[in-house]
């Protein structure tokens, strides 16, 4: 049953970051809303490889930030954006229907070289460094999108676009 409820959790909140992916407007991708913002194509970016992170909770007892680049390329297509999301969720799906409920519960750790940010069992590491670090910046791209004046879509209910407001 806890599996059930954290592959349903997952599978959700995946699909409504996807909705939000699928209206990038590509003619964006550079702009940022202030000098110390990510620009609308890194964010993307940086939700897109939120799904790296995740497949990484189950690949390996522990994640060292400290050894991948700080910041990748920012992908400048919605269709590469899409594209590699897709690709990564469709593992995360078999990851998630191929594990069990001891491995959920196995200690993973965050770190930073010696530094320990995180130590907790696999399944809240997955909603709090995956998934929640996801819908933040998924969130982030709302706000985007809000100033830009492309409409935004409803992720927990109507947005005021969709409501007609």
């Given at each position: 049953m806890v599996k059930k409820l954290i592959i349903g959790d997952a599978m959700y909140e995946l699909a409504q970051t996807r909705r939000i992916l699928e209206r990038l407007p590509e003619e964006h991708m550079m702009w940022k809303p202030?000098?110390?913002?990510?620009?609308?194509?890194?964010?993307?970016?940086?939700?897109?490889n939120l799904l790296n992170w995740q497949l990484a909770i189950f690949h390996s007892p522990e994640f060292d930030l400290s050894t991948i680049p700080f910041r990748r390329e920012a992908l400048e297509r919605r269709e590469d954006v899409l594209e590699?999301?897709?690709t990564n969720v469709v593992k995360l799906e078999k990851l998630l229907a191929?594990?069990?409920?001891?491995?959920?519960?196995?200690?993973?750790?965050?770190?930073?070289?010696?530094?320990?940010?995180?130590?907790?069992?696999?399944a809240l590491a997955l909603r709090t460094f995956g998934l929640s670090h996801m819908v933040h910046h998924r969130a982030q791209l709302g706000v985007y999108y809000r100033l830009l004046d492309i409409p935004v879509p409803g992720l927990y209910g109507a947005s005021a676009d969709e409501a007609g407001k």
């Amino acid at each position: 049953m806890v599996k059930k409820l954290i592959i349903g959790d997952a599978m959700y909140e995946l699909a409504q970051t996807r909705r939000i992916l699928e209206r990038l407007p590509e003619e964006h991708m550079m702009w940022k809303p202030h000098e110390k913002s990510m620009t609308l194509g890194g964010l993307a970016t940086h939700l897109v490889n939120l799904l790296n992170w995740q497949l990484a909770i189950f690949h390996s007892p522990e994640f060292d930030l400290s050894t991948i680049p700080f910041r990748r390329e920012a992908l400048e297509r919605r269709e590469d954006v899409l594209e590699e999301f897709d690709t990564n969720v469709v593992k995360l799906e078999k990851l998630l229907a191929e594990c069990d409920e001891k491995s959920l519960g196995e200690e993973w750790t965050l770190r930073s070289g010696d530094h320990i940010i995180l130590r907790q069992p696999r399944a809240l590491a997955l909603r709090t460094f995956g998934l929640s670090h996801m819908v933040h910046h998924r969130a982030q791209l709302g706000v985007y999108y809000r100033l830009l004046d492309i409409p935004v879509p409803g992720l927990y209910g109507a947005s005021a676009d969709e409501a007609g407001k």
